[in-house]
C-alpha cells in the first residue's frame, strides 16, 4: 500500500488551512502529524478520508484517486459523534451498515472488533455510560470494522485523561502491528510513543518530516546542567561573563549551561564553581535537547 498526497491546498475564504501538503506513507508506518492548534491537522486529515474536497493537489491510494479507494481508509474523527442511547454493539451495527458492511459480516466481525478494542463484555452497555477512553476505544473499532488497510486518527488521545490515554495508546500499539497508520495530535509525547516517522505541519505548511534519530542528532548541543543551592545563585552571572560558555539560563535550582567544547570545558566550569565556593548538588551532561523543546523551537521558535 501507498499513500500519496500530492500537493494539497485547502482554503476557507481567505484563510488558507492547508498549504502545498505533500507527503507519502507505505505499508507499515505509523507516522505522527504534529502541529499546534490551528496548524491544519484535521483540514488535511478529512481531505485524506475524503470528506473534505481540496481545491488543489490529489491525494492517491495505490495510485487511485482516494474517492475510489473509501474501502481502504479507516477514519476516527477528532470529535466522533455517537449516539448516547445505543450499546456498543448497537453503535457498530449502525455505523457499519452505514458504510454498507452486510449483516451477515457484521454478525461475525462485531464481536472480533470489540475484543481487539476490549469492550468485550461491554456490548450492551450503552454509550451514554462510557468513559472518555471505552468511547475512544469504539470510534476506533467503528474506524477498524471494514478491515481498512489505512487508518486515519485525528487526535485519538488529546482529550483523553492519562487511564484512558494509556488504554487507547496499548490499543494503538496493537492495531499497529497489522494496520498503516496516520494519527495527529498537539502533544508530541503522544506520538513519541507510538510513531517512529514525525510529520510536523505549522500554519497549513510542512516543515519537518523525520525520524525521532534525526531529530535527536540534528539538534544535539552539548549542555551542562547543574544544580545549586539557592543561596549560590550569583554565580550564574559570572558563568556566562566566561569565554568558553555560549549561554547560561537558570530554571528553579538548575543552571543549564551551553558551552563551546562539552569533554574540553566541562572541568573548567567546575573548576570555577569551586572557585566561588559554589554548593554543586548535581551536575549532568545532557547531549541533546528534549522533544518537547525541539517541537517548541520548530513550531514557535522558542
Ligand atoms: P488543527 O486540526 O490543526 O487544529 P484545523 O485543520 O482544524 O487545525 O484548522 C486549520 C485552520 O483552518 C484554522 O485556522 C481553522 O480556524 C480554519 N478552519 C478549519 N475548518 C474551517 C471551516 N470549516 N471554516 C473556516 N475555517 C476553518
Ligand atoms: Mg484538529
Not at 24 to 47: D, H
Not at 221 to 242: A, G
Not at 262 to 274: D, G, M, T
Request: hydrophobic share 40%.
Amino acid at each position: 500500500m501507498k499513500l500519496e498526497i500530492k500537493n494539497i491546498t485547502k482554503k476557507f475564504k481567505e484563510k488558507i488551512a492547508v498549504n502545498q501538503f505533500s507527503m507519502v506513507l507505505e505499508t507499515g508506518q505509523c507516522v505522527g502529524l504534529i502541529g499546534p492548534n490551528g496548524a491544519g491537522k484535521s483540514t488535511l486529515i478529512k481531505i485524506i478520508a475524503d470528506i473534505l474536497h481540496t481545491d488543489e493537489g490529489e491525494v492517491l491510494l495505490d495510485g487511485k484517486n482516494i474517492s475510489k479507494m473509501k474501502r481502504e481508509i479507516g477514519y476516527l474523527p477528532q470529535y466522533p459523534n455517537f449516539y448516547e442511547w445505543m450499546t456498543a454493539k448497537e453503535t457498530l451495527f449502525f455505523m457499519g451498515q452505514l458504510s454498507e458492511i452486510s449483516k451477515k459480516v457484521l454478525i461475525k466481525e462485531v464481536p472480533k472488533i470489540l475484543a481487539k478494542v476490549g469492550l468485550s463484555g461491554e456490548e450492551n452497555t450503552k454509550v451514554r455510560t462510557f468513559s472518555g477512553g471505552m468511547k475512544q476505544r469504539l470510534g476506533i473499532a467503528q474506524a477498524l470494522l471494514h478491515k481498512p488497510a489505512f487508518i486515519v486518527m485525528d487526535e485519538p488521545v488529546s482529550a483523553l485523561d492519562p487511564v484512558g490515554r494509556r488504554e487507547v495508546l496499548n490499543l494503538i500499539q496493537e492495531i499497529k502491528k497489522e494496520t498503516t497508520i496516520l494519527l495527529s495530535t498537539h502533544i508530541l509525547n503522544d506520538a513519541e510513543e507510538i510513531c517512529e516517522r514525525f510529520v510536523i505541519i505549522k500554519n497549513g505548511n510542512k516543515i519537518e518530516d523525520t525520524t525521532m534519530t534525526d531529530l535527536i542528532s540534528r539538534n544535539s548541543k552539548p549542555v551542562v546542567c547543574l544544580e545549586i543551592s539557592q543561596t549560590d545563585k550569583f554565580w550564574l552571572e559570572t558563568v556566562k561573563m566566561l569565554p568558553y560558555v555560549k549561554s547560561a539560563k537558570m530554571t528553579g535550582p538548575k543552571v543549564k549551561v551551553t558551552l563551546d567544547d562539552v569533554i574540553e570545558n566541562k572541568n573548567k566550569l567546575i573548576q570555577n564553581a569551586i572557585e566561588n565556593k559554589v554548593d554543586i548538588i548535581r551536575f549532568e551532561i545532557d547531549d541533546h535537547e528534549t522533544l518537547e523543546e525541539i517541537f517548541l523551537k520548530l513550531v514557535v521558535g522558542a
